[in-house]
């Protein structure tokens, strides 16, 4: 956009959205851990998400194109995140050793990322996976074939 003073607003919006959420959720929660956790993340949100309204409207485009091809794509994958967060005290036991909890991270990080591919997939438009699949093509000469008998 060549505007330098849109950047100073985004840093601007990003800190005071934090101060406010941090502040909301530890009034809300009280002062543990947790609450910086929510605080901190739904202040980065919400900024984040203003920044986006914020330019979309600078550059005269629709807010449905917004939500429709950045926003809901995206936020498909939060309720998993936060299903993941609930259920990891429950699941996994306390003494796992740094190599068992890497593993576990490892894992669950394969999991989602080929969930958020899947929902990315069915949001894409047809030359995005067009692209994509070109891309791949090259590497379809690497995957070892069974022999025909």
């Known amino acids: 956009m060549g505007h330098v003073g849109n950047e100073f607003f985004y840093h601007i919006l990003r800190l ?3 101060a406010i959420a941090v502040l909301v959720s530890m009034q809300w929660l009280g002062v543990t851990l947790y609450a910086l956790i929510i605080g901190l993340a739904s ?3 919400t900024a984040s998400i203003s920044y986006l309204v914020h330019n979309q409207r600078r550059l005269a485009l629709p807010l449905t194109s917004l939500l429709r091809d950045i926003l809901l794509p995206g936020a498909l994958a939060y309720p998993v995140a936060v299903v993941t967060q609930q259920l990891w005290s429950f699941v996994l ?3 796992l ?3 068992e909890m890497l593993f576990v991270i490892l894992l669950i990080g394969a999991l ?3 969930l958020w591919f899947i929902t990315a997939w069915q949001f894409m438009h047809t030359h995005e996976r ?3 699949l070109s891309k791949l093509a090259r590497f379809s000469s690497l995957i ?3 022999k025909k008998v």
């Open 16 to 18: 005071s959205c934090i």
């Open 43 to 45: 202040g980065n949100a």
């Open 93 to 95: 036991p306390y003494q």
């Open 97 to 99: 050793t740094r190599g």
């Open 112 to 114: 989602y990322t080929a």
């Open 130 to 132: 067009d692209w994509i």
């Open 144 to 146: 070892p074939r069974g």
